[in-house]
Structures are given as structure tokens and as C-alpha cells.
């Protein structure tokens, strides 16, 4: 595998891989709504290095983790490295009275799950039912792909994917600790040419690898209390990708398990997954159809108030996953190793 590097640059902790790296963000029970009135939320700040490996990804307009030409459409994708900073957070406004919340940014559960959607939306606390919510996703830092991926000898052109949608969430459902999330995006590509350069497809073929659409996710947790201040939560996700190519649309099933240990001083979450993706159609270059099994392992840690900071926490997350696709050019890894601090008020 040929393995490039580039230059250090500003980057933001976004990539298709890593929602991949999956950390049960309820495990550090940072959700509940406050008893008073006001603003409250976190900011979180720091560094992360990244080696990546993808034939479909460019990067963001921050910074480019893809390799911009390459040799040949059937074979596994080369390394890049990159060191880069972030900034992220989320601002909430509670009415204590009526137990509900206005938000605004990127939760801390969806933080820890390298989920980088924004939302925005409302959550409210229902007596011992549980706390509904509902919010609008947005592409806060639009994904740069290549506008063909299978472009060959010469560089390819990146092009933006936004995406939309809502979401609808569950938690402490009638009083347990049980959690369901709902939600629907639609997928949007700038310049979707995918196949194009390769001659010897037909119109209706090229159309087949359009990787524009919706995606329906809806997932399920429950967590299992252990020794006080520690916990497995489970989860179950199922994935809907309805593109408007039948060789890009797949489902896929997500199982994962999370362990967390929480103390006034620190907590601790360690998560394994396991994703297995069936795509729709045949794919028309390869002859055959796309299977991909994802591995993922990660550890995070947060310190609390270090140098006796109030209100401050340092971070320090490892995580990784393989993508492995029966068509070798749809491969992909990633590790990451990521520092940071992160304020709560």
C-alpha cells in the first residue's frame, strides 16, 4: 500500500469513517436537563492525527485526507496522514419550570460517536416517561468527495456532500434506560459524475452508481448498570441508504457494545462494533455485487477539572476500523488519535 504524507493544517474531525467509530455518548449520562433556568452546553477544543485510507473521500475545506489521482479502479486505496486542530460545541437554554430545552450545535452523545451533524431542536422531559426530543440536522462542514470517483491517470475534481433531515428521539423510555432514536437525511452531491471517464458504460450503468438519495437510520440502547459509576450498553442500528444508484443503495446493520466507568474524577468508555452493509444491484464496472463488512475498536477517557480547572475536562480518544468490501477499491481504514479540552457551563 503506497502511503503518502501531507503537510500539518487546520482540520476539522470529520470524515466518513469515523461514524463508523462508535461510542455510546449516553454511557456518560451528560443529557439530563438541568433544574434552572438559562444557558448552559460545552465547547470542546484540541488536536487529532489521522491516518486514512479511502478511493471516495477528498476531505473537507478545511483539510484533504484523499489522494488526488490515482492508477487504477481495482485496487485498494493508499494511506494519507494528517494532523490538523478542531473546534466543536453545543448551546442549550432550559426552561426548568416546564423541563424543557432549546439546543443548538453538536450534542456531546453524538460528539463521542464522531457523529459530526449539527441540529438544532427542542427536548422535552415528560414526567416519568422519559424525554422526547426533536431537532433539524444539518451538514455543519459539508464532506468533500471526488465528483468521479474512478477517474484514472490524471487528478480528480472533489465536489461537496451536504446533507438534511430531522431526527426524533426517546430516552429513559417510560422510566428506563432504554433509548430509540429515528432519523431521516437526504444526501445531496454539488457535481454526482461518477463512471463517467470510463467508456465503456452505458448511460443507464452510470446511473446506477449515483450516490445521491435518502438514508433512514433508526437505532436502539439500553444501558445495564453494574457496580456504581460503571455500565454496558448495547446497541442495535439499522441503516437505510435508498440512493438513486441501485449499486450504491444498501442496508446495513450495526451491533455494538459499550463499556463506561465513571468517577468524579474521570470517565472512561471503550466501545467494539461490528457493521455488515448489502448493496441493492450489481455494480456495472465490477461485475458483481458490493458486501462490506466495518470493525471498529475505540477508547476514550475524559480527566476532570485538571490542574484543579472548574468546569474544564482533558480528552483523550484512540480509535480504528476496516472497512472490508468483497470489490477491493471500496476498502477503507482509518485510526486516529485525538487530544482536547473541553469546557462545560
Do not use: C
Request: charged content about 25%.
Amino acid at each position: 500500500m503506497k502511503v503518502t504524507r501531507r503537510n500539518t493544517r487546520f482540520t476539522l474531525a470529520s470524515t466518513s469513517m469515523v461514524a463508523a467509530l462508535t461510542i455510546s455518548g449516553n454511557a456518560l449520562a451528560m443529557d439530563k436537563i438541568p433544574e434552572e433556568d438559562g444557558l448552559s452546553g460545552f465547547v470542546l477544543l484540541g488536536a487529532s492525527y489521522t491516518d486514512f485510507a479511502s478511493n471516495m473521500i477528498e476531505g473537507s475545506d478545511a483539510g484533504d485526507v484523499g489522494t488526488d489521482r490515482i492508477d487504477s479502479y481495482t485496487e485498494s486505496p493508499g494511506s494519507e496522514h494528517t494532523v490538523g486542530g478542531f473546534f466543536t460545541g453545543e448551546l442549550k437554554y432550559t426552561f426548568a419550570e416546564t423541563r424543557t430545552q432549546l439546543f443548538l450545535g453538536n450534542t456531546l452523545e453524538d460528539l463521542v460517536r464522531y457523529d459530526f451533524a449539527f441540529q438544532g431542536g427542542i427536548r422535552q422531559e415528560v414526567s416519568d416517561k422519559g424525554t422526547l426530543s426533536g431537532s433539524i440536522l444539518f451538514s455543519g462542514f459539508p464532506t468533500n468527495i471526488w465528483a468521479d470517483p474512478y477517474l484514472t491517470g490524471e487528478d480528480r475534481e472533489d465536489t461537496e456532500r451536504d446533507s438534511s433531515g430531522g431526527r426524533l428521539g426517546w430516552s429513559s423510555v417510560m422510566g428506563t434506560a432504554l433509548e430509540v432514536n429515528l432519523s431521516h437525511r437526504k444526501q445531496d452531491i454539488d457535481d454526482e459524475r461518477s463512471g463517467e471517464s470510463i467508456p465503456s458504460l452505458t448511460v443507464e450503468e452510470i446511473e446506477q452508481l449515483s450516490r445521491e438519495g435518502d438514508q433512514i437510520t433508526f437505532d436502539a440502547s439500553y444501558k445495564f448498570g453494574l457496580a456504581p459509576g460503571q455500565a454496558f450498553i448495547p446497541k442495535i442500528r439499522y441503516n437505510n441508504f435508498d440512493l438513486d444508484g441501485a449499486a450504491m443503495s444498501r442496508e446495513r446493520f450495526d451491533l455494538e457494545l459499550a463499556y463506561a466507568l465513571q468517577t468524579p474524577r474521570y470517565s472512561l468508555v471503550s466501545t467494539i462494533s461490528y457493521a455488515k452493509s448489502n448493496h441493492d444491484g450489481m455494480n456495472p464496472i465490477y461485475d458483481k455485487t458490493e458486501k462490506v463488512d466495518t470493525y471498529g475498536l475505540s477508547f476514550t477517557g475524559f480527566y476532570h477539572q485538571p490542574f484543579d480547572l472548574k468546569g474544564w475536562s482533558a480528552m483523550a480518544s484512540l480509535a480504528g476500523a476496516t472497512a472490508d468490501s468483497n470489490i477491493d477499491f471500496y476498502d477503507a481504514d482509518i485510526a486516529k488519535f485525538t487530544l482536547g479540552m473541553m469546557y462545560r457551563f
